[in-house]
Each structure stands twice: as C-alpha cells, then as structure tokens.
C-alpha cells in the first residue's frame, strides 16, 4: 500500500525557531518520488521540493533543508530561523508506479509561527 | 512548468443546484486531475481528466456527481451536481507529469448553503 504518514497535525513556534516537520511513507516500489508543498493560508498549492528515490542526498535550499532517509522510510523538512512568512500547512506527498503514479498526500502539518 | 487558470475562485450556491469549474492551462499536457480538499483536511483525488475519452474516478466519486469534461490537452471542466452543504470543500486542478512536480490552479472555494 501506498501512504504518507504527518504524524504532527500543528506546530507552534516563535519566531527565529528551527521547526522540523515529520514525514514517513509507505511503499514497496524502488522508483518513487517524493514532494513538499505548502499552502499558506490564501489557499494555493506551493511547490517546495521533488525527490526522487534514489537520491538520498539531503538538500538546502536557503533556510530551508531536507532530509531523505530511505532506511527509514523518511523525507523530513526543516526551516531554520522561522518567519511569520513561513506559517502555512505543509503537505509531504508521494507517487510510484504501484499507485499509478498519481500524488498521494500526507494529512499536512499546520505551522503556526508567532512572532 | 504550467500555468494554469482556474474559474470561478470562489463561489456560493444553493443546495441542488450545479457549478461547473474550469480549469485552463498555458500548455498542452497530459495527465490532468481533479482534487478535493475538505475543511481543514488534505487533497483527496477525485478523477484523472482524459482527454478524448470518460474520466477514471478515485473510489467514492462517481460520475452522475462530479461529471468531468476533457475536450482537449488544455483544458477540463469539473462539474459538482445536485449540491448538498457536505460538498462545500475546495476544488483544485492539476497537471503532473510522472516524475515532476505537480501545478495546482488557484483552487475554487465552494460553499454550499
């Protein structure tokens, strides 16, 4: 079966925190790819980032980084020095052939980020 | 990328009646979905929008409901018929290719009263 598991439905953090946001997946297939998205509150789909399976390096992209960790079936997401900016629902997602190859998403993560 | 426009962004209606969204996008694609996203909740597939032929509906979504237009490789329509307040939700288009990432029109914001 394919899934996605966000284990945190909200987060609360201040300002200038480093945040990470969990994300597990579920599949038996060695070609996958994996996605961030995120939402802010206007309501649109962001595009943050693709991964796919056999590319286990982890990557920053200004504050933010992730880490792709197959042993563990995990593709985690941090933003470093949290901005108010950054408060949105990140949504962790996944494609593979044994799903069709169309995008399951996690649940998403609600950031709060106060200032 | 794609860009893709989506109509109408939001929208009230009564309950029984239908709203067709359309979905356009800037250049000629293959594989296109419908999306739901209920309050507070994550995207749930409805149906993959073939072109030339009937769309493929996820488990739950039937066609009397969420008839789907494809007439060409740039543009669907999602229509939700005989609307009850538990289809208030919003909607998305997107296209995605197998390995890339994929682009959401703007979302329709529907309620239903």
């Known amino acids: 079966a394919q899934k996605v598991t966000q284990a945190q439905t909200e987060i609360s953090v201040v300002e200038k925190e480093d945040v990470t946001l969990d994300c597990v997946y579920e599949t038996r297939d060695t070609t996958y790819y994996l996605f961030w998205y995120k939402q802010p509150p206007s309501g649109e789909l962001v595009f943050l980032i693709r991964?796919?399976?056999?590319?286990?390096q982890n990557e920053i992209s200004g504050r933010y980084s992730w880490n792709f960790q197959k042993s563990t079936s995990s593709f985690n997401f941090t933003i470093t020095a949290s901005q108010v900016v950054d408060s949105a629902v990140y949504f962790c997602a996944l494609r593979s052939p044994t799903g069709g190859f169309k995008t399951i998403f996690g649940a998403g993560t609600r950031l709060f980020v106060k200032a | 990328s794609a860009v893709i426009s989506q109509k109408p962004s939001r929208d009230i209606c009564q309950r029984g009646t239908s709203l067709t969204i359309q979905c356009q996008v800037d250049?000629?694609?293959?594989?296109m979905f419908w999306y739901r996203q209920q309050p507070g909740q994550s995207l749930t597939l409805i149906a993959t929008?073939?072109?030339?032929?009937?769309?493929?509906?996820e488990s739950g979504f039937v066609i009397d409901k969420f008839p789907i237009s494809r007439p060409n490789l740039t543009f669907s329509t999602l229509t939700v018929s005989n609307m009850s307040p538990e289809d208030s939700s919003i909607y998305l288009c997107s296209v995605e290719g197998i390995v890339t990432e994929a682009f959401f029109g703007q979302g329709t914001r529907l309620t239903v009263v």
């Open positions: 929008a073939n072109q030339g032929s009937e769309a493929t509906y």
């Open positions: 991964r796919n399976s056999f590319d286990e």
């Open positions: 250049s000629q694609v293959t594989m």
